[in-house]
């Protein structure tokens, strides 16, 4: 301490922190100290390696003419000629169009349904009734996609469907071929997938919307708040980052189609694929049809790399809005 008269001056020197060199032999003692968890951690790792790591050396079957005699690694290549096939026919434009639109779609139904349901469900007083219609909306999820298509088949069915015997008589309107009618799908396919996945993305956001401290909503009704704007003020502000984060993998999916959705639902009828053929189902007919694994494995690895960086782009904007919400 330096004193000059009334005014003295405290100089402190902070240490720096000194790093001491990692012993020998200490990364195999975390690594045996915390053996139990790395056990309960291998499953999930060698599931991983062997669903999604193991199959990326498919990838070079999107670059060559495959043929059962020479195999994957004996067949001649053909550079992008598999991609100039998926992309020359007259239907590339119909397959992209309904792929991007449908799923753009989804992406804004299923999110402002799941969480108006999920606020919904929160703001319940009776919890075993909250519990009860929560199950309800749950259990389509867990449905076949064969089980759906065989449900709206009993719904549209031209002979003894429920619309067209008891709706459409019951108001004299003529009955519909809705199997023939590519008009009405995209009305039908959106409201089928809502109904399928809204529950999944209700459990997600209400186990969100649990995890606000009550603290919040009790400071708000101190102040007067109504619950139109707790809601709009506390609940959706808070749960903001689940939403960017859901909305970021669904857009990196935008390429992708649930098949079962397109394939099953339409009975993969003809008349109906102006507005319901898509990348995956286009794929199919043509492998089925023509057995060509190249342009198959060309069309796959178009769809991951074009949602690779679309998740990238959808991080970047968040990042450039609100860097703090950004997943990386």
């Known amino acids: 301490m330096i004193t000059q008269g009334k005014r003295s001056t405290v100089r ?24 139990v968890l790395l056990l309960m951690l291998l499953p999930g790792v060698v599931f991983l390696l062997i669903n ?17 005699v020479d195999g994957i690694l004996g067949s001649p290549w053909v550079g992008l000629d598999n991609f100039r096939f998926l992309f020359a026919t007259s239907d590339a434009w119909i397959i992209t169009r309904n792929t991007v639109l449908y799923n753009f779609v989804f992406i804004i139904l299923n999110l402002v349904f799941a969480v108006s ?5 929160n703001e319940l007083r009776n919890k075993l009734a909250a519990k009860f219609y929560q199950s309800i909306m749950f259990f389509p ?7 759906v298509s065989y449900l709206v088949f009993a719904f549209l069915n031209v002979e003894y469907g429920f619309i067209n015997k008891g709706v459409l008589s019951l108001f004299g309107l003529n009955e519909l071929n809705w199997y023939s ?7 039908i396919l959106p409201l089928i997938n809502l109904w399928k996945g809204v529950g999944y993305g209700c459990v997600i956001y209400l186990a969100a919307i649990i ?21 709009l003020h506390i609940t959706i502000p808070l749960i903001r980052p689940v939403i960017i ?13 649930d098949f079962g959705l397109f394939y099953q639902t339409t009975l993969n009828s003809g008349a ?57």
Do not use: C
Request: charge should be positive; hydrophobic fraction near 50%; avoid cysteine.
């Open 12 to 35: 402190t020197v902070q240490s720096q922190p000194v790093r001491l060199p990692a012993k020998k032999g200490s990364v195999f003692k975390h690594l045996l100290k915390h053996k």
């Open 52 to 68: 999604n790591y193991l199959p990326m050396f498919g990838i070079i079957i999107a670059f060559k003419n495959i043929n059962y």
């Open 245 to 257: 984060i859901t909305t970021i993998l669904a857009i990196g999916g935008i390429f992708r189609s």
């Open 141 to 147: 999820y867990f449905l076949s996609m064969v089980v």
């Open 181 to 187: 009618e590519p008009k009405y799908w995209p009305f």
């Open 211 to 231: 995890g606000i401290d009550s603290e919040y909503y009790e400071a708000a009704l101190i102040d007067g708040a109504s619950k139109w704007k707790q809601i």
């Open 272 to 328: 109906l694929y102006p507005t319901t053929l898509v990348i995956d189902t286009y794929v199919y007919n043509a492998l089925i049809n023509m057995g060509n694994l190249g342009m198959s494995a060309a069309a796959g690895l178009y769809q991951s790399l074009v949602g690779f960086f679309l998740v990238l782009g959808s991080n970047w904007i968040v990042r450039k809005v609100d860097k703090d919400q950004a997943v990386f």
């Open 117 to 121: 349901i999920a606020i919904a469900l």
